[in-house]
């Protein structure tokens, strides 16, 4: 049965679609099946691995919508062994106005993933910078959420904010979720500012906070331009071997092998 | 009459918030009376020029709702001359669901600027990184769009689908809506990939894009953790210079002293 990873975080550009492609290839590489879902209309995630957003095709949102539409015809495989995708498109952004007036309209996805939970080890949810419904869904639907947390002043202002909207979905919607861990991102030693933000970050959040920090790394940010993780870019980064470390601290942390 | 400037664009993290703070900073030190109006419910803009995000004030969408309220009763001073700010704040975050199902939902913002746009030269606009109905209010209130667009492969990817959005937004809601530049944002001239991307953003978008290019610098993310514009808190920093380029390369471009 399948653990259902979140991402998420309403600051911009923290490193959700970063986090979520390289730790599912991390995950597919080490051979737990995985399954990318991307929620985000963006559809960074559905690029980042290699398949070409596609209004034609059929998304998150019209397996919510469609009952008799199987979630066996909307994934896809992805060039990478052991990971598969439920790619997302353009489109997708008209989802939450019409989502708005829907009964349950928080639970929509969580029986939609359900059906697959079986065929995978890991199923990671690509969330989009806002705190709509979709995402709502997305927290809903989760055992657990991964925080990815910038090393910059702004990152750690929202913090506190996310925290709560997590905690009023843990008291109602979804008294199972968990925080896996908050996930410090893009750090540089060099910069005084990224060390202040991690010494704040261990000292509120203790535990809470994943040994592993991932560094700033150009190639992380070039795998994107090349539609593939960092691990088939360039397997001996720092990224990739950061994204590499941060599975297997999650495995062990979930007594995996 | 004031210009009423519009930050906009669905990709997280690309400078929204520090191109808002630091151009509307510039003009009012230019002796500009600048407006600068938070819609993103993170309020970062707010706390970046001094201010407390506070759920008690009343904020834009206050202002949306209650036609009694004076936009002069929410109007705040900052600590920085000829500059003001409507502050955000957390509970901004459930505005859109409400105003689905309001009537003329999309232009429920322009009439409330429309009430000071003779108080100042210029009002400039913070958006969140989406497209719903608070950006869309955003783009249907403003006269331009400036597209802060980072020097990453997902930034560029996501650009088209944002100059399209706004096209739709010329066609219906607002037709004398104008981009007034692509401006390109954390560039670092010994990154391969963000030499790249503005050269990319150069040949497709030509006169579009803003000579001024707005380079990486550790002032402008250290500055917000003082809650300050960074021409108060290190006027002769790269970011400091960039940024009062910008706002002469607007002044000169609209005949402006
Ligand atoms: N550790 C890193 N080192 C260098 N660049 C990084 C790193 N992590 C992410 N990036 C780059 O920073 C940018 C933002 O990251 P990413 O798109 O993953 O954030 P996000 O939170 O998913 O953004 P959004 O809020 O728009 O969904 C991207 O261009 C990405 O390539
Ligand atoms: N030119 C720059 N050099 C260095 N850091 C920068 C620069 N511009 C922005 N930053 C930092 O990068 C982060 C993202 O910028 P900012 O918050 O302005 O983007 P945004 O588009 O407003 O994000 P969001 O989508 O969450 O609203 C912030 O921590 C900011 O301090
Ligand atoms: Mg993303
Ligand atoms: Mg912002």
């Known amino acids: 049965m399948a653990k259902i990873i979140c991402l998420a975080n309403q600051k911009g550009g923290v490193g959700k679609t970063t986090t979520a492609i390289n730790l599912a290839a991390s995950f597919a590489a080490l051979e737990y099946k995985t399954l990318l879902v991307d929620t985000d209309p963006q559809a960074n995630s559905t690029s980042g691995v290699g398949l070409e957003p596609d209004e034609e095709k059929a998304n998150i949102y019209d397996l919510i919508l469609d009952d008799e539409l199987s979630v066996h015809e909307v994934i896809e495989h992805t060039p990478f062994p052991n990971l598969d995708i439920i790619p997302s498109a353009r489109d997708l952004a008209g989802a939450e106005i019409e989502m708005v007036g829907m009964e349950n309209r928080e639970r929509l996805m969580r029986p939609v993933l359900e059906q697959v939970r079986d065929d995978y080890d890991f199923i990671i949810l690509d969330c989009s910078p806002s705190l709509g419904l979709l995402t709502v869904n997305s927290l809903v639907a989760a055992d657990v959420v991964i925080i990815p947390v910038q090393c910059e002043y702004y990152a750690l202002e929202g913090l506190g904010n996310l925290i709560n909207t997590i905690s009023i979905v843990q008291r109602g919607l979804n008294p199972k979720l968990q925080i896996e861990g ?31 920090v991932i560094h700033r790394n150009i190639k992380l940010s070039e795998a994107p331009s090349f539609r593939m993780p960092v691990l088939a870019f360039d397997a001996t980064c720092k990224g990739a071997i950061n994204y590499m470390n941060l599975a297997r601290e999650i495995l062990d942390k979930n007594h995996l092998p």
Chains 1, 2 share one sequence.
């Open 182 to 212: 908050i996930l410090l991102t893009m750090y540089d030693k060099r910069l005084r500012l990224a060390n202040l933000v991690v010494e704040d970050v261990r000292k509120h959040f203790k535990q809470l906070a994943f040994g592993t």
